[in-house]
């Protein structure tokens, strides 16, 4: 262990404002290359037309992509992609190129995959279909860590002791108590396993007795993150600060865990409810949360909640509604709703058997669909082959084309002049 000069008085300072007005929101900027030129390959329904964008990416650092399964855009526009055949998240920048270094080398040789997420703190999520979630964070990576705080050294004013703590003991005693405990000194660790703990991807959760297969994953607000449950049900977690790390650059950064703090939907096969849910999507607006979930289980397959108060959820989507009648999914695997792009908020489905992306209003009025070949006016359902994952990100839709081992991007006729770059 180290001890850091001349930074007490500094650290200090900086835990007495963590704890005292809430930690502040890690992230990073530089903004990628845009997209390709679309080809004039048109997929179609109704007046509206969905251009496939060229090319199709299908290499990520020399390796065929196998398997896509789910893919996520994060804050700062690069493109994660659960690559299961591969054991691995691959990761692009916008244009298709393959993003390499940068701790990214982390996210291979993984025991299994089966969906990612992230937040607005860049938190990368990661669950394998078992009972952990395991989570990595871009920024850390990508800055690089010199030392992990080993304890802080902290006077107890009531009992008039000096106490050993680490970082996680010293925010739950200083929450219950405020003022009542004093960092008077920190020590940090080069070791070089307790560096590279925090550098790869670690468990955020394990349900301790095992009764859990997780599916999906979304980062939410207000430091949340949410599941999907084989065992019918969808569960909210809450990010605990575990531990505190000085970057390469001089400041700080955090490690996380995660703490169980409620079910949204449990099981039942009615509105509201759920039975072997899959892909998940939290969106925001003002101070409305809304949970969309799939299930590959019948009714009510692509459902919508609303959280009104603290944990009081209720169904969101009209029971008459297109996107709630029965038998119109088989199996929907992802959903993703497009943030207030050119103000549509639509929302987009995966089907894995019906090879196709199905789109919907807000309200969940059928609008089109994407991925269709249409010829005379007859859609056939052959460019996609067993879809899995969807996402959307400033006018393009991305597919994990994962029967075709590829990434499949689309963009609306209507709105290609407003494609970024185009």
């Not at 058997?353 to 969940?364: H, K, L």
Request: charged share 20%; net charge negative; hydrophobic share 35%.
């Amino acid at each position: 262990m180290v001890k850091l000069q001349p930074t007490p008085f500094k650290l200090i300072a900086t835990l007495t404002s963590l704890y005292l007005f809430g930690f502040v929101l890690i992230s990073c900027g530089g903004k990628m290359s845009l997209p390709s030129s679309p080809q004039n390959v048109t997929f179609s329904a109704g007046d509206t037309t969905y251009i496939h964008l060229a090319p199709d990416w299908t290499f990520n650092n020399g390796i065929l992509l196998s398997e896509p399964c789910d893919l996520v855009i994060g804050p700062d526009d690069l493109v994660f992609v659960a690559d299961r055949g591969n054991r691995r998240v691959a990761v692009f920048d916008r244009a298709g190129s393959s993003i390499s270094g940068y701790g990214i080398e982390r996210l291979t040789d993984l025991d299994s995959i089966a969906a990612i997420g992230q937040d607005e703190k860049l938190n990368l999520f990661l669950v394998t279909g078992g009972s952990a979630i395991y989570y990595w964070n871009q920024y850390v990576n990508a800055t690089g860590v010199q030392s992990v705080l080993d304890h802080l050294v902290v006077y107890d004013t009531t009992a008039t002791d000096t106490l050993n703590l680490s970082f996680e003991e010293y925010g739950y005693l200083s929450t219950l108590q405020a003022g009542r405990y004093v960092v008077i000194d920190a020590l940090f660790s080069t070791d070089p396993d307790r560096i590279d703990s925090v550098l790869g991807p670690s468990i955020f959760y394990q349900e301790p007795n095992d009764r859990a297969r997780y599916r999906g994953v979304a980062g939410g607000p207000d430091e949340t993150v949410y599941v999907t449950d084989l065992y019918d049900r969808v569960s909210r977690f809450k990010l605990i600060y575990h531990n505190l790390v000085v970057l390469e650059n001089g400041q700080y950064g955090f490690t996380y865990r995660g703490e169980y703090d409620m079910d949204v939907a449990g099981p039942g096969t009615g509105m509201g409810t759920t039975t072997d849910p899959a892909g998940i999507y939290i969106q925001v607006q003002g101070s409305q949360h809304y949970i969309y979930f799939s299930q590959t289980a019948e009714n009510f397959r692509v459902q919508k909640i609303r959280e009104e108060g603290t944990g009081n959820f209720f169904p969101a989507f009209s029971p008459t509604t297109d996107i709630m009648q029965l038998g119109r999914f088989g199996i929907p695997k992802d959903i993703w709703v497009a943030e207030q792009y050119l103000g549509n908020n639509w929302i987009f489905v995966a089907e894995q058997d019906s090879n196709r992306i199905s789109v919907f209003n807000p309200m969940g009025a059928f609008l089109m669909y994407a991925g269709v070949k249409d010829s005379s006016g007859v859609q056939v359902f052959d460019e996609l082959f067993a879809p899995e994952g969807v996402a959307h990100s400033k006018g393009t839709l991305y597919v994990a084309d994962t029967g075709n081992n590829r990434i499949v991007r689309y963009a609306l006729s209507t709105d290609v002049e407003n494609i970024p770059g185009e």
